[in-house]
């Protein structure tokens, strides 16, 4: 597994920065949480291609299907968050092939799904339930294996750890 703790500060938080150039709104607390609690939950930010022989790609697991309709769908229609999600595409629009090598274009289209949700994101950053279950309803899917006390207690075992040592 990945060190939590730099997977937070040397992939997550840049490119919440760099999407709030784009807008704001992109970098809070609680996305960064979010993030971090599914790369944990759905690649133990180890694997970077679903077990099983799924098409799942990246520590967050993205399929390429989606990742192309984050472009077609929503990057496309905003001609000045094109740019910026460029930057962090290794200068590649629509490319699926680096989602398993590029954490921080992984990260960037994990968050531009979160982004297209129209329920809102839990605002408080701490409440792990809550960001556990939006992670279920709108990441994982119904459908989906994992579920939201998996996701919580994942997300307190291998990355509350890593944020009291890096308060200290």
């Known amino acids: ?7 937070r500060t040397k992939v997550v938080q840049p490119v919440l920065q760099t999407l709030a150039v784009w807008n704001a709104g992109m970098n809070s607390q609680s996305a960064e949480n979010l993030l971090v609690g599914t790369a944990i939950q ?14 799942a790609l990246g520590v967050m697991q993205i399929e390429p299907t989606t ?15 094109g740019p910026v999600v460029q ?3 290794a200068g590649l629009d629509h ?9 921080g274009y992984s990260v960037a289209i994990a968050r531009l799904i979160f982004w297209r949700v129209s329920a809102p994101m839990p605002s408080a950053p701490n409440d ?8 279920k309803d709108h990441y994982n899917t119904a459908g989906g294996a994992g579920t939201t006390q998996e996701w919580v207690a994942n997300y307190k075992k291998y990355a509350e ?6 308060s200290t």
């Open 1 to 7: 597994m990945l060190d939590v703790d730099q997977f």
């Open 42 to 55: 759905e690649s133990s930010l180890t694997y970077l291609q679903q077990l099983g022989g799924g098409p």
């Open 67 to 81: 990742c192309e309709d984050v472009w077609t769908n929503y990057i496309d229609y905003r001609k000045s968050l």
């Open 87 to 89: 930057k962090l595409s």
């Open 95 to 103: 490319s699926t092939d680096q989602l398993p090598w590029n954490m």
């Open 128 to 135: 792990f339930e809550a960001l556990g279950q939006y992670w």
């Open 161 to 166: 750890p890593t944020q009291a040592n890096s």
